[in-house]
């Protein structure tokens, strides 16, 4: 009878086990796999700033691609995004497979909008 309750406990322990690491295992080890995934298997997404909001503890991004609308969560380093980005802005993002909602993506390339100024020259800042 011990037998069995442990094979059981067994399998109940290595289950709830499995579940918790699905769940919380991905966000922790990220950095640290990203490495070991092939870059095959990740792709680059660009799309255009259509809006952008900022709460006390996150960056909010609607962003407009080829592949449809994507909305992306930041919650580290937000106050550099956040002066780094700007609506109207194209950026490229990775992902490991298109969703319309992200956390955390990492961001490969910021564009500046040059729309608006006339020419296909960044604005100039004046002080």
């Not at 769940?23 to 990203?34: F, N, S």
């Not at 930041?74 to 319309?100: C, H, M, N, V, W």
């Amino acid at each position: 009878m011990k037998t069995w309750a442990g094979l059981l406990g067994g399998f109940i322990l290595g289950f709830l086990s499995a579940v918790i690491i699905d769940l919380v295992a991905p966000e922790l080890l990220d950095p640290y796999t990203r490495q070991f995934i092939p870059s095959d298997q990740i792709e680059s997404v660009r799309g255009t700033v259509v809006k952008k909001q900022r709460d006390s503890a996150r960056l909010l991004l609607t962003l407009s691609t080829s592949k449809g609308v994507l909305l992306a969560t930041f919650t580290q380093k937000l106050e550099e995004l956040d002066l780094l980005i700007a609506e109207g802005y194209t950026i490229t993002i990775r992902l490991r497979t298109y969703s319309p909602f992200v956390a955390n993506p990492v961001i490969e390339r910021v564009e500046a909008s040059t729309t608006g100024h006339g020419s296909d020259s960044p604005p100039t800042i004046t002080q």
